[in-house]
């Protein structure tokens, strides 16, 4: 059973920067692809973007209202993916999601309960 959990998430003034940490257990192999999404407030449930992810091989992309501020990154020896978020604004006020989609047999998608995030101006 694959888990996620989230951690990192709070209030930060505009400028300045946070950490969100994702730590995963149970099975996640080189069929699955690590990643960032989040939705913000005034979205409804489904509608998640992708913010960030990481092929097994370490191939990152990036939305593009993000590059350059953001930064993905994984460990696998302790299950670990970052996202190191510089220079926020109030548009990056989120809830933010990781997640891990997995090529098995059949397509399956992982997540995290969330963790919020929130830029003040």
């Known amino acids: 059973q694959v888990r996620l959990v989230e951690s990192g998430g709070g209030s930060v003034q505009a400028g300045g920067s946070l950490k969100l940490s994702c730590i995963y257990s149970?099975?996640?192999?080189?069929?699955?692809?690590m990643g960032w999404y989040r939705r913000a407030p005034e979205k409804e449930r489904e509608e998640r973007e992708l913010v960030s992810e990481i092929a097994s091989d370490g191939t990152a992309t990036y939305a593009e209202n993000v590059k350059g501020r953001f930064t993905i990154s994984q460990d696998n020896t302790t299950k670990a993916l970052y996202l190191q978020m510089d220079t926020l604004t109030t548009e990056d006020t989120a809830v933010y999601y990781c997640?891990?989609?997995?090529?098995?047999?059949?397509?399956?998608?992982?997540w995290g309960q969330g963790t919020q995030v929130t830029v003040l101006s």
């Open positions: 997640s891990a989609g997995c090529k098995w047999k059949t397509y399956t998608e992982y």
């Open positions: 149970g099975y996640i192999s080189s069929r699955c692809v």
